[in-house]
């Protein structure tokens, strides 16, 4: 323990234990000091105890994400943008829930392993009842936002960390997550965190809005500030109000300006009607439209005390749609209420059902997205899936593979080019691939293969949806849903410095882990799709339930098509199937067919498996008691075909060298 850490216990227990006449305490500012008495007498921590940063298992957090999944879309742009101003200076951005768990995170993964220790990581726990006094933590105890610099810190463990949190309300007042921005150390006073605190309370009001628009997108919505010039770009408070006249929702501003009202003090405002809060009645709404200036909008808190401008914003109006028949008895209502093209990728297995229907709630979000798994594991057909579910099901599906595309080719295939804009290039110019996506999905495929020099020309795509040809001098506007997809680890190439962080938290909007084929539950229902129809053998479908299938669903569907192509009277038998999985049968101690049976000549075993193959054969022809003609009839193939592959493998039956053969 250092002498810092000692120091600062010391500090703690006199101000915790003795009470805040200590004169080393006396810098502290009162919430943070009235923090440290909670700890002790209220959440009973140990001020000499030490403890590490807990950082939740990868299924609990999941957990905590998915009960706030929908918000995290809203607010994941908020983060970006509180990132980009703040990442030069060495700060992370933390998302957390109202439980302090962390949700969202965006930091340098390159120093990713001191920030994990340090609790500045997705899944940490920094409510005040685990972690002490602490930013994320005692923002949600107090409401409030504010920095805990260095040794406010209860925890001796936290005193190199600054911290500057904010909170989150929803539209009915209640704290419902914390944004906030740490360093890993500081050597400045806590006065040099007074622009990050400026800066996080902006932006936590920002999720607050975007949050609140989306969820009243279908009712009356009243935007109203101060001044009329930033009424319609950067209201000061949000209203929700029901066709009733009444209200349903509103910001935190509103919330707090509308308490002060001496009217409505200490009334709830969730049920109020509109005329109890601002001097103007429901029918009347319609003179605070956009189709009116916005200095002709002004409107009165009740009591006359305070005037503000107003914009009213009606509910859309609804489209007519038929009445729904009613659903059939013993229907799967959950199954059915997901889009086509999405339910038809899983036969039930329940991970990647579950990937399914997160994918459903997100099918028309503007937000980017990660697909990961190994490969051949479906990753492009989840992607023209989610683009089949969309409103831009009609408009194109652009698939870039970008470890096929050569190095020097790549910019321009992207991002197109106009005539002789570099050497070799044609005399006409050429749309990119980034342009022919417009209006439709962008599929990156292999994206962790991008050469880094044209990482930042996609960075600015994504976040200016605009795109700059090669010898241009004006960019031209697009309108895409960019998906990327790989099968490795980003967050490894970002720690090597082959992969830009800012595109990866781009890229990043959600993220659909896809499992591998040999760990779905659905294996049969995958094969009899891929058969369509076509009979396949029992000894046949054990061997493909036994296969560790590397290359996932590419591999089946190639060894299906194979065998659908070999085999003869419309049954697949396991001679039909390929040698690398027959030769894989002798170790998991699978019955062995022959392999010349329907094989076009000259396709022989993989190189290694003969003698498994050969030994297989001694196995199944020894469970016959060596009965050629009974082995033939087990696996469906003809007599003199068996003996043709106990020739070829070398394999003679003990009856014939005894000469009874």
Same mark, same amino acid.
């Given at each position: 323990?250092?002498?810092?850490?000692?120091?600062?216990?010391?500090?703690?227990?006199?101000?915790?234990?003795?009470?805040?006449?200590?004169?080393?305490?006396?810098?502290?500012?009162?919430?943070?000091?009235?923090?440290?008495?909670?700890?002790?007498?209220?959440?009973?921590?140990?001020?000499?105890?030490?403890?590490?940063?807990?950082? *939740?298992?990868?299924?609990?957090?999941?957990?905590?994400?998915?009960?706030?999944? $929908?918000?995290?879309?809203?607010?994941?742009?908020?983060?970006?943008?509180?990132?980009?101003?703040?990442?030069?200076?060495?700060?992370?951005?933390?998302?957390?829930?109202?439980?302090?768990?962390?949700?969202?995170?965006?930091?340098?993964?390159?120093?990713?392993?001191?920030?994990?220790?340090?609790?500045?990581?997705?899944?940490?726990?920094?409510?005040?009842?685990?972690?002490?006094?602490?930013?994320?933590?005692?923002?949600? /105890?107090?409401? =409030?936002?504010?920095?805990?610099?260095?040794?406010?810190?209860?925890?001796?463990?936290?005193?190199?960390?600054?911290?500057?949190?904010?909170?989150?309300?929803?539209?009915?007042? /209640?704290?419902?997550?914390?944004?906030?921005?740490?360093?890993?150390?500081?050597?400045?006073?806590?006065?040099?965190?007074?622009?990050?605190?400026?800066?996080?309370?902006?932006?936590?009001?920002?999720?607050?809005?975007?949050?609140?628009?989306?969820?009243?997108?279908?009712?009356?919505?009243?935007?109203?500030?101060?001044?009329?010039?930033?009424?319609?770009?950067?209201?000061?408070?949000?209203?929700?109000?029901?066709?009733?006249?009444?209200?349903?929702?509103?910001?935190?501003?509103?919330?707090?300006?509308?308490?002060? =009202?001496?009217?409505?003090?200490?009334?709830?405002?969730?049920? =109020?009607?509109?005329?109890?809060?601002?001097?103007?009645?429901?029918?009347?709404?319609?003179?605070?439209?956009? $189709?009116?200036?916005?200095?002709?909008?002004?409107?009165?808190?009740?009591? +006359?005390?305070?005037?503000?401008?107003?914009?009213?914003?009606?509910?859309?109006?609804?489209?007519?749609?038929?009445?729904?028949?009613?659903?059939?008895?013993?229907?799967?209502?959950?199954?059915?209420?997901?889009?086509?093209?999405?339910?038809?990728?899983?036969?039930?297995?329940?991970?990647?059902?579950?990937?399914?229907?997160?994918?459903?709630?997100?099918?028309?979000?503007?937000?980017?997205?990660?697909?990961?798994?190994?490969?051949?594991?479906?990753?492009?057909?989840?992607?023209?899936?989610?683009?089949?579910?969309?409103?831009?099901?009609?408009?194109?599906?652009? $698939?870039?593979?970008?470890?096929?595309?050569?190095?020097?080719?790549?910019?321009?295939?992207?991002?197109?080019?106009?005539?002789?804009?570099?050497?070799?290039?044609?005399?006409?110019?050429?749309?990119?691939?980034?342009?022919?996506?417009?209006?439709?999905?962008?599929?990156?495929?292999?994206?962790?293969?991008?050469?880094?020099?044209?990482?930042?020309?996609?960075?600015?795509?994504?976040?200016?949806?605009?795109?700059?040809?090669?010898?241009?001098?004006?960019?031209?506007?697009?309108?895409?849903?960019?998906?990327?997809?790989?099968?490795?680890?980003?967050?490894?190439?970002?720690?090597? +410095?082959?992969?830009?962080?800012?595109?990866?938290?781009?890229?990043?909007?959600?993220?659909?882990?896809?499992?591998? *084929? /040999?760990? /779905?539950?659905?294996?049969?229902?995958?094969?009899?799709?891929?058969?369509?129809?076509?009979?396949?053998?029992?000894?046949?479908?054990?061997?493909?339930?036994?296969?560790?299938?590397?290359?996932?669903?590419?591999?089946?569907?190639?060894?299906?098509?194979?065998?659908?192509?070999?085999?003869?009277?419309?049954?697949?038998?396991?001679?039909? *199937?390929?040698?690398?999985?027959?030769?894989?049968?002798?170790?998991?101690?699978?019955?062995?067919?022959?392999?010349?049976?329907?094989?076009?000549?000259?396709?022989?075993?993989?190189?290694?498996?003969?003698?498994?193959?050969?030994?297989?054969?001694?196995?199944?022809?020894?469970?016959?008691?060596?009965?050629?003609?009974?082995?033939?009839?087990?696996?469906?193939?003809?007599?003199?075909?068996?003996?043709?592959?106990?020739?070829?493998?070398?394999?003679?039956?003990?009856?014939?060298?005894?000469?009874?053969?």
């Amino acid at each position: 323990m250092h002498a810092s850490q000692h120091q600062h216990i010391a500090t703690v227990m006199r101000v915790a234990v003795d009470g805040v006449g200590a004169a080393a305490a006396v810098r502290h500012e009162q919430v943070i000091r009235d923090s440290w008495l909670r700890c002790v007498q209220e959440h009973r921590l140990d001020p000499t105890r030490m403890q590490e940063a807990v950082i *939740l298992p990868q299924a609990r957090l999941r957990e905590h994400q998915d009960q706030m999944e $929908a918000f995290l879309q809203i607010a994941r742009h908020g983060l970006e943008s509180l990132y980009q101003q703040v990442a030069g200076m060495g700060y992370v951005v933390l998302l957390t829930d109202a439980r302090g768990v962390t949700v969202d995170f965006l930091g340098d993964l390159v120093v990713e392993p001191s920030l994990r220790r340090a609790g500045l990581y997705l899944g940490a726990d920094w409510s005040e009842h685990h972690a002490g006094t602490c930013g994320v933590g005692t923002c949600l /105890r107090t409401g =409030q936002a504010l920095t805990v610099h260095l040794d406010d810190h209860f925890d001796a463990t936290h005193i190199p960390l600054t911290c500057t949190a904010a909170p989150v309300f929803d539209a009915t007042g /209640r704290l419902s997550a914390v944004l906030d921005i740490s360093m890993l150390s500081s050597d400045q006073p806590k006065s040099s965190q007074h622009l990050a605190l400026q800066l996080v309370k902006v932006y936590a009001q920002h999720v607050e809005n975007a949050q609140f628009l989306q969820r009243f997108r279908q009712d009356w919505v009243l935007r109203l500030s101060v001044a009329p010039q930033f009424l319609e770009v950067n209201p000061d408070f949000l209203l929700a109000v029901d066709a009733g006249g009444r209200l349903i929702g509103h910001n935190r501003r509103a919330q707090l300006l509308l308490q002060e =009202q001496p009217a409505l003090r200490g009334r709830p405002l969730i049920g =109020q009607p509109l005329q109890a809060l601002l001097e103007v009645r429901p029918e009347e709404l319609g003179r605070f439209m956009a $189709a009116r200036p916005a200095d002709q909008r002004a409107v009165m808190l009740v009591g +006359g005390e305070r005037l503000l401008f107003m914009l009213a914003t009606p509910p859309p109006v609804a489209p007519r749609t038929p009445v729904a028949a009613p659903r059939a008895a013993g229907s799967e209502p959950e199954r059915r209420s997901l889009p086509a093209p999405l339910a038809a990728l899983s036969g039930g297995d329940a991970r990647l059902d579950r990937q399914i229907e997160r994918a459903a709630r997100l099918v028309n979000s503007p937000v980017s997205l990660l697909v990961t798994g190994e490969t051949g594991s479906g990753k492009e057909y989840f992607a023209k899936a989610l683009h089949a579910a969309s409103a831009r099901h009609a408009r194109p599906f652009v $698939a870039v593979n970008c470890a096929a595309i050569p190095e020097g080719l790549i910019e321009s295939e992207l991002f197109g080019h106009l005539p002789g804009a570099f050497t070799g290039a044609g005399p006409r110019a050429k749309r990119g691939l980034i342009q022919a996506a417009h209006g439709g999905t962008l599929f990156l495929d292999e994206i962790g293969d991008m050469p880094r020099s044209l990482q930042a020309r996609l960075l600015r795509v994504l976040a200016e949806r605009e795109v700059l040809p090669i010898g241009a001098s004006q960019p031209v506007a697009v309108d895409i849903r960019v998906i990327a997809a790989t099968h490795c680890p980003l967050e490894t190439l970002v720690r090597e +410095g082959r992969f830009r962080d800012d595109l990866y938290y781009r890229l990043n909007g959600a993220h659909f882990q896809l499992p591998p *084929l /040999r760990e /779905r539950s659905d294996l049969d229902v995958v094969i009899d799709r891929l058969l369509d129809g076509m009979a396949l053998h029992a000894q046949a479908r054990a061997l493909l339930r036994a296969h560790r299938w590397p290359g996932n669903l590419r591999e089946l569907a190639n060894a299906l098509a194979y065998a659908r192509s070999v085999c003869s009277g419309g049954l697949i038998h396991c001679a039909d *199937l390929p040698d690398a999985l027959l030769a894989g049968a002798a170790t998991l101690a699978l019955p062995m067919p022959p392999s010349g049976r329907g094989r076009p000549p000259g396709h022989a075993p993989v190189e290694g498996a003969v003698d498994d193959e050969a030994e297989a054969l001694r196995q199944a022809l020894r469970s016959v008691h060596w009965n050629v003609s009974a082995l033939a009839r087990q696996w469906g193939c003809a007599r003199m075909t068996l003996y043709r592959r106990m020739a070829r493998l070398g394999v003679q039956s003990p009856n014939a060298r005894d000469g009874n053969g």
